[in-house]
């Protein structure tokens, strides 16, 4: 038996299309909308309903003035989310943008992992609604922004909140809503549903929600899945680094009876937002035991690393949104869709990008293929699928993730994985790296993420650089004495593109001796973020060679200075390894600049080396400590001597130095964060 072909009910010119809600996911409706519909030579009429934007009059010519609320989201704008921003034409403007994220940090139970922004692929932060209340006028919130932006090319904007939904005689959608105080009947060929899952019923005036309406005319329609999260923003009493710079943070926190899945800190202007998610947000029950949670994220010690120091937070405000963790069951319905977070979103990341990708796919569906419930299907629906298809692929990476970053062995190796390739590999070739920008940035779908992570040259690179590496540097802590208890760990190895980049501020021409050698033989560098003042921080380098110095001590090591004066020129420090048996000193160097640091090996296996210090003074009264190390390896004459000194390479292996000065920075950063008398206090 053949079946009935199926009949497309087309979208005519003049049609009204109505869109249930102003968010991001209504106004990137009404923008592709129109812009497709102008591109084609067509014309609709765009109608939203927005009660953010009230009193219940129409706000078409400025709907930001009016716009008053939060949608309860974090605000970060993806570098996806930038181009298709700009791809409708859209300039953020100046006052939107709170901060220009420069750097993302993953934080694990070993190290974190830092991941500079690349100026192409730019994160920023924004405020989506007017919370925190008094802070930024309405048109600085994105929302609004967006709205009017939508307003400006054509879209009518309506105050109101739509409080019934029928269909008529025809097939078409009766929408009724308040204007005026006068009930009013609005007729649209088609409608766009998009309040959200955080909207709640009118109980005041018996007024449903749009998902209720929605329902309402496509029973089958199941809600995605959801979860809890906690999101508050901290209130700074000055302007920080953190903000100066541009910072996101993911911070592993499953410490004590603390059990979070994902920590995310994100600087803003003179906030800080931060977005809990785990178990101990799904079983909160009340205001009081969020409060509780976010006390005791506060108090943990890897949290207190990343937020500014010397600053005294206050938590402005705090919600308890939903998050989207599924897809909705049919979402779509005759003459009806469901977009952004009413049908479903992208696990955990850029919710405002997966409603920008619904909404020009809806669009495209209804001008090209119909407005018929078949017609959906066939294009609106495939996105829908795609994205639960995605979201698959994103349990098995967070799953990995969680287990890897939750242990520390597992952890470590993962750190040592990234940081082998950061420095064997150039930029461009760094695979590993570009793993971790695409979960952390959201600038990678979770099925090319997934087969990256499973890449038989990934799987390699994780045992080849980070269990060996881990194994090996394991013994040689163990070897040395060095002890990690109450020690920050922080990343301090440098990438080959940077080295490179800055060897010629380490290593004019005239200081090397070798110049028909560009390159010696041993070269490595290490560098440090501190949160103190480059006066601090040369204090500290003055210990350097002192009986009394908190860092740089390990076993079998004696470093003392023997001649002159600390941080002077003609000071000379001798090291002695292995009660002597090896032995050679450093004497400094005058220097081009003050705060750059220069010794000069003068005898031992190293002679003629350079060991610099150098400490670039960052926003914020924030500072970088950067050591390089740089000599060729001594050859001796005759025989035995060259036999000699090429059997020592072998014994006193170049990852000494790593695992040494590793250590001893994260020392010096302890010692002289903890010197500068840090007062970190939160009011809740």
Known sequence: ??????????????????????????????????????????????????????????????????????????????????????????????????????????????????????????????????????????????????????????????????????????????????????????????????????????????????????????????????????????????????????????????????????????????????????????????????????????????????????????????????????????????????????????????????????????????????????????????????????????????????????????SRIIYQAFTSEKKAKTETQREFKKIFWDISSGDGNYEHIARSMLRPSTIWLIIRGGVYPTIRNGLTEHLFGIDWKDIPRVMTGVSRDDLETRRSKFLPEYSWPCPRKPVPEFECMYSVRLRCSVKSARALLAEFGEKSRPYLNPRWVSILRTRGNPLQEGNVIQYRILFGLISFSIEQQASPRENLIIYRVKDGFAQDGLFCFEVEPLPADYCLLSVYLVFDYAKGGGFFNRFFWASFRHLVPDYFHDVLWNHALCEFKKVVETREAISWQVNI
Not at 311 to 337: D, E, H
Request: with cysteine; glycine share 8%.
């Open 1 to 410: 038996m053949i079946g009935a072909a199926h009949s497309p009910v087309q979208l005519q010119d003049g049609a009204t299309v109505a869109i249930v809600g102003g968010g991001p996911a209504g106004a990137f409706s009404a923008l592709h909308l129109l812009n497709e519909a102008r591109r084609r030579g067509r014309s609709f009429r765009v109608v939203v309903f927005e009660q953010k934007c009230r009193p219940g009059t129409k706000a078409a010519d400025t709907p930001a003035d009016s716009y008053t609320g939060c949608p309860q989201c974090a605000g970060g704008i993806s570098p996806r989310l930038h181009q298709a921003i700009d791809a409708l034409g859209i300039a953020l403007p100046p006052g939107v943008i709170q901060s220009h994220i420069a750097m993302i940090s993953v934080q694990g139970n070993w190290k974190s992992i830092y991941l500079p922004v690349p100026s192409d692929r730019p994160v920023s932060s924004v405020y989506r609604g007017t919370l925190p209340l008094g802070q930024h006028p309405h048109s600085e919130c994105f929302d609004a922004m967006l709205l009017g932006t939508a307003a400006a090319a054509g879209t009518e904007v309506i105050g109101s909140r739509v409080f019934r939904m029928d269909y008529d005689a025809e097939g078409r959608v009766d929408l009724k809503y308040m204007a005026d105080d006068i009930e009013t009947l609005l007729k649209a060929d088609f409608v766009i549903c998009a309040g959200g899952v955080n909207e709640k019923t009118d109980k005041v005036d018996a007024m449903p929600s749009t998902l209720e309406l929605f329902r309402r005319l496509q029973p089958a329609y199941i809600p995605p899945r959801l979860r809890k999260a906690v999101i508050f923003e901290l209130a700074t009493e000055m302007s920080t680094g953190m903000a100066l710079d541009g910072e996101l943070h993911y911070i592993e926190s499953s410490s004590g009876k603390l059990r979070l899945d994902m920590c995310s800190v994100l600087s803003k202007r003179d906030h800080i937002t931060v977005t809990l998610i785990g178990r101990s947000i799904d079983e909160s029950e009340s205001h009081q035991q969020n409060l509780n949670i976010i006390k005791d994220f506060l108090a943990l010690p890897q949290t207190a690393r990343v937020l500014p120091a010397q600053i005294s937070p206050t938590v402005r405000c705090i919600c308890n949104p939903n998050l989207v963790v599924g897809t909705a069951k049919a979402p779509i319905g005759s003459r009806i869709a469901a977009v952004g977070d009413m049908a479903t979103s992208r696990q955990y990341k850029d919710g405002i990008l997966a409603a920008h990708s619904m909404a020009a796919s809806v669009v495209k569906t209804i001008i090209e293929r119909g407005v018929d419930s078949q017609s959906l299907a066939a294009g609106y629906g495939r996105t829908i699928a795609g994205f639960q298809k995605d979201n698959r692929y994103a349990a098995v990476i967070f799953t990995l993730y969680r287990w890897f970053f939750v242990s520390p062995f597992l």
